[in-house]
């Protein structure tokens, strides 16, 4: 990964940690609270793929009601290429797991889930027409989404990756 200083100034803003880690929180977040546990490590390297790809991301269901294994089987086009951006991104959501652990955002628990802080905290300050208010929501349904399926197993699958 580039220096911060060498990074080329688009990657820089689109990929900023502060960012990726509020994306990151949001996700934990409703995962948490759907099923009273911490979201699994490895889920949170599908939130930045799903959510900063803005294809996939318009792409999404509006509600959770929607099966996640239906939802691949009629949009198979959200597959192309998905284990690439998680490759690529996976850095980049290692620095904004980092990021959030330094912030008080999120921790890990004695599983390895990663957890919300007790901390509180604010609401992003975007206008709701915004496209990071559509990140931060679509990251919000993610978290609830993952959950509703429960098994790690089960979504990597979905998903196309081998766990």
């Given amino acids: 990964m580039l220096t911060w200083e060498r990074r080329p100034a688009e990657v820089a803003n689109l990929f900023n940690p502060a960012f990726c880690s509020i994306l990151l929180r949001g996700a934990v977040n409703t995962y948490q609270k759907e099923q009273d546990a911490g979201m699994p490590y ?8 799903l959510v900063l790809h803005k294809t996939t991301r318009d792409a999404l ?7 996640m294994h239906v939802w691949l089987q009629n949009k198979p086009e959200t597959q192309i290429g998905f284990v690439n951006r998680i490759k ?24 390895g889930n990663l957890v919300l802080v007790s901390r509180r905290f ?3 300050p975007w ?3 915004s496209e990071p208010t559509f990140c931060y929501r679509k990251s919000q ?4 989404w993952l959950a509703q399926v429960g098994d790690t197993a089960t979504i990597l699958t979905m998903w196309g990756i081998r766990p």
């Fill in 61 to 67: 269901p509006n509600t959770i009601r929607t099966r």
């Fill in 88 to 111: 690529q991104l996976t850095p980049i959501t290692k620095e904004a797991i980092i990021f959030g652990m330094q912030s008080d955002l999120f921790t890990f628990d004695e599983k």
């Fill in 127 to 129: 206008t709701d027409d």
């Fill in 122 to 124: 604010k609401s992003p």
């Fill in 42 to 49: 490895v889920l949170s390297f599908l939130i930045l793929p």
């Fill in 141 to 144: 349904f993610l978290g609830r």
